[in-house]
């Protein structure tokens, strides 16, 4: 995949999939294949920068929302400087998806669903031991609740290589409008 380094706005592949499903996996994957500099960018990554003091509930979510949020501009911040960002995220509220609509190019977005059957997430869970019990299954629902992606695959039928080889395939021949571009009037529409 070769484009102008020039470019005014960089290219966000956008991995969407619930906890342990395998987005991490095809991202390295992926940045490994794609024949140019391009930058992971995992919102664990951005969890994994703060700092843990003690707080109480509602000061940890607020500061759970507001990492999420500063990931966001940043994956924003990478994109508008002419770089290819993969993301490593979990559409699992629904404002997090307004706000990456309300922040990306929607024509600079390709969103993959990355799928995995929940039987398989819970074993994935259990075997890594690093994730809250149920997480997945808490997640599962949610994730994909928007209905749109430009590309899909399923980490149970499919390795992180393979994936990843279809996913550059896909972006060799993608289309438009993308599915931030047919989701973003829906948004204005909501008064998200």
Known sequence: MHRNPQAADGLIIFLNGTSSSGKSSIA??????LGEPCFHMPVDAFHAM?????????????????????????????????????????????W??????????????????????????????QARGDRPAGLAAGQFDQVHSHGVHDFECDTSRASPAECARDIKEFLRRRTTPTAFERMRPTMSRSGA
């Open 28 to 33: 390295r994957e992926l940045v490994a294949v």
């Open 50 to 94: 703060r700092s843990t003091p003690e707080m109480p509930p509602d000061q940890l979510n607020i500061t759970l929302k507001r990492t999420w949020m500063g990931f966001h501009r940043a994956v924003a911040g990478m994109a508008a400087a002419g770089n290819t960002v993969v993301v490593d995220h979990v559409l699992s509220e629904p």
């Open 96 to 125: 997090r998806l307004q706000d990456c609509l309300a922040l990306f190019p929607p024509q600079n977005v390709v969103l993959v669903a990355v799928r995995c059957p929940l039987p398989e997430l819970e074993r994935r869970e």
